[in-house]
């Protein structure tokens, strides 16, 4: 069990860190997205601090934990593809000044709109997700008693 929980936090390390380089990018996000990035980076940092509690408990874990785990390693893959699908579909928009940079800008809008669109789309329900995830936990009283 104490790999399965390892692999988590390694899993969440590492998407914290793909997230941390998505709000530090220039993309344009439609209105709200950064925080729900944002949100769902805060989330997996506590997910990610209880998992490594979690590691260094002597007992062995009930059922409702292993669950627990299973749905954060789930939705961390999910978060990878999103941000994986995101990178790959939009480039940082055009920079500088003057007309050309302003045409180029609005090119881009355009091009990109229904795709920034559908990424919102995933990152709301990501962060719904997310939310539900860290309200679970808590609602099932999972707390963790390490053993000295």
Partial sequence: ????????????????SKLGSLLAEQYTLIRG????????????????AFLSNLSKCKKSHDDQTEDWIKQIRDISYDIEDCIDGFAHSLRPDPRGSG?????RKTLYEIR??????????????LKNRAEHIGKRRLRMFMYVLTEF
């Avoid at 007309?99 to 045409?103: E, F, N, S």
């Avoid at 990109?112 to 329900?125: A, E, F, P, S, Y």
């Fill in 33 to 48: 997205v950064r925080g729900d990035i944002q949100f769902i980076a805060d989330e997996l940092a506590s997910m990610q």
């Fill in 112 to 125: 990109t709109c229904c795709t920034r669109r559908n990424i919102t789309v995933q990152i709301t329900d």
């Fill in 1 to 16: 069990m104490e790999l399965a929980v390892g692999a988590s936090a390694a899993t969440l390390k590492s998407l914290l």
């Fill in 99 to 103: 007309w050309l940079t302003a045409v």
